[in-house]
């Protein structure tokens, strides 16, 4: 992960250059841009959302940073502007209690979210996903430590 956001701020760096080398990959770049394929490439390698992290067996979802959708509350992004992990629970069974000054609780999120509920570390990605109380308890205690 290191390595790529190192290489990205490099090519950056080199993209914003008043050199006549630089300013041509820029051109050509900026008429890229213009193919949907390759502006959402560069949209997800930007802002993280093609990265998947390997939290370990699970759905897709899993380990991926998940889109800003909204919610009955706001959109995704404004909820977690705090800092705070965000657990999106369309099953309404869920609780964050022993986590609550940490996590933020929304039921009935979205119909556009595709899982019963997802449990979000505070840098978007998906930590958990499902519907059981007992797994989400042990994902809420590996990425947010010890209930209060």
């Known amino acids: 992960m290191a ?3 190192l290489d990205l701020t490099r090519a950056q760096a080199v993209l914003i250059s008043t ?3 630089p300013q041509a990959v820029r051109r050509l770049f900026t008429q890229l841009m213009d193919f949907d394929d ?6 997800e390698r930007i802002t993280a959302i093609g ?16 889109r800003d959708l909204p919610t009955k509350r706001g959109r995704r992004y404004e909820l977690m502007r705090q800092g705070r992990g965000l657990l ?24 556009e979210l595709d899982a019963p509920a997802v449990l979000l570390r505070p ?18 205690h590996r990425w947010f430590g010890a209930p209060h």
């Open 88 to 111: 999106l629970d369309q099953t309404g069974s869920l609780t964050v209690d022993g986590w609550t000054d940490r996590v933020d609780l929304v039921t009935d999120p979205s119909e």
């Open 19 to 21: 050199e006549p080398g």
């Open 38 to 43: 390759v502006n959402r490439f560069l949209t």
């Open 3 to 5: 390595a790529d956001v």
């Open 51 to 66: 990265i998947r992290y390997d939290f370990g067996p699970g759905p897709e979802l899993l380990g991926r940073r998940l």
């Open 123 to 140: 840098d978007g990605h998906v930590a958990w996903t499902g519907d059981d109380q007992r797994t989400l308890t042990d994902h809420l």
